[in-house]
């Protein structure tokens, strides 16, 4: 059951904002065709006239012919900017996502230009592997020797506390050396064999993609946006 004082509360205010448009239009100039009602931040008619006020000039307003017909209306200040901004992002992302289709094509293109099969993707794989591979032989190589100037230098390091001698600084400072190096080259080695990891992942994309290109599948459209990342 409707709330009776609301509803004649309801019906005061439509009754009072009427007679205010009518009022408006009785006050209009004769030469005056329309009449301007501006709204507060959450969108109700606070008045009408002939024109907005200067303290709500930003706000929405719409636009009454003589008889009370809505002939035009404007947003608020504020949601205009928030609009245009909106349009903004929208146009810079479908200008960005332009820009990476046609990337996506000069890749392609690339692809397709640079290898006649994908046992030559497999091949060209391998051959960057295995220098990679060679360049961790000779770190290991090096790591032993630092393993070995180590143990040497911290045998030398025993045997004169044996003799109840100090260590020279120079002995200690060889085997800390020693120890330093080995640190370094094991971080070298274990980011050469990330490096051939991503060696591998990036031929694996490349082989799927040019697979994808020869059949001319859907895939080969366009390139999922996520593998440009």
């Known amino acids: 059951?409707?709330?009776?004082?609301?509803?004649?509360?309801?019906?005061?205010?439509?009754?009072?904002?009427?007679?205010?448009?009518?009022?408006?239009?009785?006050?209009?100039?004769?030469?005056?065709s329309t009449i301007i009602c501006w709204k507060d931040q959450s969108g109700k008619v606070i008045g009408c006239g002939d024109r907005v006020p200067p303290e709500y000039e930003g706000s929405a307003t719409k636009e009454l012919d003589r008889r009370g017909v809505t002939r035009r209306t404007t947003d608020s200040a504020e949601e205009q900017a928030r609009r245009a901004a909106q349009d903004a992002a929208l146009a810079k992302q479908k200008e960005e996502e332009k820009k990476r289709l046609a990337e996506q094509r000069r890749l392609d293109s690339a692809l397709l230009n640079t290898y006649a099969n994908e046992k030559e993707i497999d091949q060209r794989r391998d051959r960057e592997v295995r220098v990679m591979e060679a360049q961790i032989t000779q770190l290991r190589v090096l790591h032993t020797n630092a393993v070995t100037r180590h143990k040497d230098a911290l045998s030398r390091i025993e045997r004169a506390a044996q003799a109840r001698k100090p260590a020279s600084d120079v002995l200690k400072d060889e085997a800390t050396q020693a120890e330093a190096d080995m640190t370094k080259l094991e971080q070298s080695i274990a980011s050469k064999n990330k490096e051939i990891e991503g060696i591998r992942a990036r031929y694996t994309q490349t082989k799927q993609r040019y697979m994808a290109l020869q059949s001319g599948g859907a895939q080969a459209a366009a390139a999922p946006a996520a593998a440009k990342k």
């Open 1 to 32: 059951m409707l709330d009776k004082p609301r509803v004649l509360f309801a019906a005061a205010l439509a009754i009072a904002l009427a007679a205010l448009i009518a009022g408006t239009a009785l006050a209009q100039p004769k030469g005056s």
